[in-house]
Structure formats: C-alpha cells, structure tokens
C-alpha cells in the first residue's frame, strides 16, 4: 500500500506540471504532440523528414528526451534550429517538470507545433502526461504485429498510431507483420485513433499523415 | 531526496529476493539467465529455436515476462511445457519476488538452464537484479546501431549480446546498422562481453551462441 501511495503523489505531481504545460500551449494555441514507441522504431527519422517536408507550411520545434546523449537533436538540428534536448540520466520516461523547463526554452511564439519525442520505451512514457494535446505511438513493422496485444495502454491512449518501415513488407526479407491485424487489434483498444502506415526512408504514405497534421494545427487557428 | 529513499528501499526488498533466488539456484547448480530487450527484437523467437535446437543436449525451461497475455509463453509451449508465466498488470519489468514465485512453479530439479525473458523495455529491466547468473541483451539490426551509446546501461551489465535479424542486412531493404560500430561500441562499455550476430529465423550465426550456452552449463557441472 505504502508504494502504491507514493506512485500517487509522483504521479499527482506530475499532472499538475502537465496542467501547467497544458494552459501555457492553449493560452497561444499551439499545438503539442508526445511521440512514444519502442527505441528504434523510427521516431527521429520521422520528425526529421516530416520537419523538413511541412517546412513552407508548418513551423516545427522539437524537446527531444534522451537517457543520456544528444544523438538525435544533433540529428534533428539539420532540419530545425528550434530543438531542446533533455536528458533523463537513467530515467525511462519524461516527465511534465522537464517539459515545461523546455517549453520555456523553445522559441515557442514562431513556432506552430512542437513535437515531444519521449525516451524509447513502449511502456512508462504512457503513464506521464506531458500537458501534450495528443499522443502520437509509432511501431515498426519489425516489431512485430502482436504490440497492440502485448503493449495496450499506449495504443489505448494515442490519437494517431505511425505504423513506420512499411518498406520492409514484401522486400527480399520475411517480416511477420499482418497491417490489417494491426489496425483491427489498436481499434479494438481504441475505436477513435487514426492510422497511417508510413516510410519515413521512403516517404511513402506520408502525405496522409501531413494531412492529418496540417488539419491538426489549422483547427487550433480558427 | 523522499523519492530517492523510497526508490532505494524498493531496490533494496529486491535485492534481498535477489540473493535468495541466486541462492536456489546455486545449490541446484542450475543456470539462470535474465534476457533483456526493446519489443520485438526477437527475444521469443530466438528462445524456440534455441530450445529446440539445443533439446538433446540441454533441458531449458523459461519464465516468461508480460505485461499482459500470454502470447509469447504459448509460442514457447510448442517447444517446451516448463513455460511459467508472469503478467506484470502494467508494470515495466520483471521482479525478483515475482521470478522467487516462478521458480517454484517450474521443475526445475529437470532442468540444466532457465530463461528469463522479461518485459519489452531496454531501460527499466536493466535496474533489476534478479538472482540470475547472467543478463542476455538482444538487439535486432532494425533497431538501429546507435543504441548502445543512447541506452548504455544493459550494454554495460550484459554477459552476451545478441544482435538478431542479421538476415535483413544485404536484403533488399535499407537497413542502417553497422555491425562492427555496435561491436565496438558495446566493448567499451562493457570489454568482457560476448557478441553473437544471429538471425533466430534463418538460424545463421546461432551455433556460436549455442556454443557459449552449452560452455556456460557444462562449467556448472565441473
């Protein structure tokens, strides 16, 4: 019990940081999306081509969560100069008092969007709010098609699922990846998310997900 | 600094479950080995096959970690019935209490090696000391060959690592690992680990890994 009760007040505390975060996004109504997956599912590859892509239309900035190192800002630096990289030191997830530090830190008024790409990890980072308006959950198709089963509560959570490296499927290797029954088994969990099968290598199926974005963040204008 | 002290104290209980598991084993002379990887790297995949490769020579008996179903203990059933499975309910990693528990359940005085497959996470299982003789880290070539610079720790804790899917390099799909980077990066971290490249589906690679395990449990016996 006594665990338990402490799990409680971390988490409380954290809501009210996400609360904060969330007030300080609406009051000027920019939108802020929490990327979450397993390591290596193609997050950073995403947000670079789509930073990239948008960048006529969409101003992006990035808080880019690491355990340690800032591979990924460094990578995602050659596609904007709004990146604020925190390290976690060991932590599995980020948490709304980082955010909020780095929100502080963005050059938030010339941007439109800002992506929260969390530490990779299919598990904790879906328990933090972030004060984020949504949660975007990517999954390689070389994970696997059994995620949705095995890991639900993000994909219960997320208003879009990234499913990423459709590449793979049909190339010279065997991956065992049934789209459909991804689709069906992340519905199942959550009737409302939105799904795009996507390359972030090879662009393909992107447009949709641009779509999906540029509605996203034309909705928070009106 | 409360939830440092609470965080030490739960470390602490584990560790004390820890020392007893290690204990039972040590008197039964059986080796216990803690595998440790992000979803979908091929953790189950490589148990059936070495399972049923190694059947002749080695009886192996797994306990299975999840956070909920129990997808990957029937897949493990096809090739072995000492399959004991634990759902976490939500938790991230695997626990030494909840292995104590297993271990009671499996029949072990028939067994020569047990396996632990704990829950998708390349973080959290790493903090967990479980009473095993060794952690087995997988990587899958899809996951990219920056990981063990951005997740050092079960790099650094590891006996073995494993890096599976090897039969997608050279396939038809783009693929950005480079095996002698991770190599390199892995030994310095950790300059006593083993390194096996495997693809658990073709079986390429797995008579080294084959040959470590069967070293490991015949030094148990000396």
Tied chains: 1, 2.
Excluded at 59 to 71: F, L, P, S, Y
Excluded at 81 to 92: D, R, W
Excluded at 146 to 164: G, H, Q, R, T, W
Aim: aromatic fraction near 6%.
């Amino acid at each position: 019990m006594y665990k338990v009760d402490i799990g409680k007040k971390i988490l409380i505390a954290n809501e009210e940081y996400a609360r904060k975060n969330s007030r300080f996004l609406a009051k000027r109504k920019k939108l802020c999306l929490n990327m979450i997956s397993s390591p290596g599912s193609g997050k950073t590859t995403i947000l670079i081509r789509t930073i990239s892509e948008l960048k006529d239309k969409i101003k992006i900035g990035v808080i880019e969560g690491d355990i340690q190192t800032d591979i990924d800002a460094e990578r995602i630096r050659a596609a904007t100069s709004a990146v604020v990289q925190i390290n976690t030191n060991g932590s599995c997830h980020l948490s709304a008092a980082q955010v909020c530090g780095a929100l502080e830190n963005l050059p938030t008024d010339d941007l439109d969007l800002i992506f929260i790409e969390n530490v990779g990890n299919l598990v904790c980072p879906s328990a933090f709010e972030l004060g984020e308006a949504g949660k975007i959950v990517v999954l390689s198709v070389a994970e696997g098609d059994d995620k949705p089963a095995k890991y639900p509560s993000i994909f219960a959570k997320s208003k879009v699922l990234l499913i990423n490296k459709i590449d793979m499927l049909g190339a010279g290797v065997q991956v065992d990846f049934d789209v459909e029954k991804v689709k069906a088994d992340a519905r199942r969990l959550n009737k409302d998310i939105e799904i795009f099968p996507v390359s972030a290598k090879t662009g393909e199926g992107m447009s949709s997900w641009y779509g999906w974005l540029t509605e996203s963040v034309g909705n928070l204008r009106l």
